[in-house]
């Protein structure tokens, strides 16, 4: 496996004037203007569109001779091409992000924003005994939590079955999670301070390679 993940970051903060909306809207396929504008806010519509712009640009980016009416979707929903390219998108509060890498191995990435008043009570069933010890004893419990999350959501996302595997399956109180013959590693993103990112494949030393972009690039 090439031991290199791309990683692009678009702030998402402000809503686009109607004309960047077009504009963008237009550099994707038709199909998917519906699934787009289904969407009830703003922030969640551009979010959409951003992740597909992100993956064209990817795909672009090693020059894939696929585009983005290529994408086939698994038993559980997982969006993939047939070609040596793996992805993963993920948006949350002001960022969108999409990794990839040029092989087969699969890639998962996940970012949260961090809500310092969440009930960390409500989350007990998807934590295993070691992790909850891990942010009881922690000196931020909150920012913990996240980053234990962020590495689950990864890791499902990458193994394919999303929702479907029970969260509390994934251990992350070591350096690799296992589940049944594979082992995945992870590492974190650095976004901004009240953000945790973290991103997982099988690659045992993998190196990370992250750009920030703006919506201005993705038009060009």
Not at 113 to 119: C, L, M, N, T, W
Request: hydrophobic residues 35%; contains cysteine; charged residues 25%.
């Amino acid at each position: 496996m090439n031991n290199k993940a791309h990683v692009l970051c678009v702030h998402n903060g402000d809503q686009m004037k109607e004309k960047i909306w077009l504009e963008c809207l237009q550099l994707i396929p038709n199909k998917y203007h519906a699934e787009i504008n289904k969407f009830r806010f703003w922030e969640r519509r551009q979010s959409s569109l951003i992740g597909k712009l992100l993956l064209k640009k990817a795909l672009n980016f090693f020059s894939v001779d696929k585009t983005l009416l290529d994408i086939k979707y698994t038993t559980y929903r997982k969006p993939y091409l047939e070609d040596d390219f793996s992805f993963s998108i993920s948006h949350s509060g002001e960022f969108v992000v999409c990794a990839f890498t040029p092989n087969k191995e699969p890639i998962g990435v996940d970012i949260e924003k961090i809500e310092r008043k969440i009930d960390l009570n409500n989350f007990s069933s998807v934590l295993t005994k070691r992790e909850k010890n891990s942010i009881t004893q922690s000196r931020e419990p909150i920012t913990t939590f996240y980053n234990i999350w962020t590495i689950k959501e990864a890791v499902s996302k990458a193994d394919g079955r999303g929702l479907n595997l029970p969260l509390n399956t994934i251990d992350t109180c070591q350096n690799y999670i296992s589940l049944g013959t594979k082992k995945w590693y992870y590492k974190p993103i650095s976004v901004e301070d009240n953000y945790k990112c973290n991103i997982t494949t099988t690659c045992k030393d993998f190196e990370v390679k992250l750009k920030l972009t703006t919506i201005s690039e993705l038009l060009e």
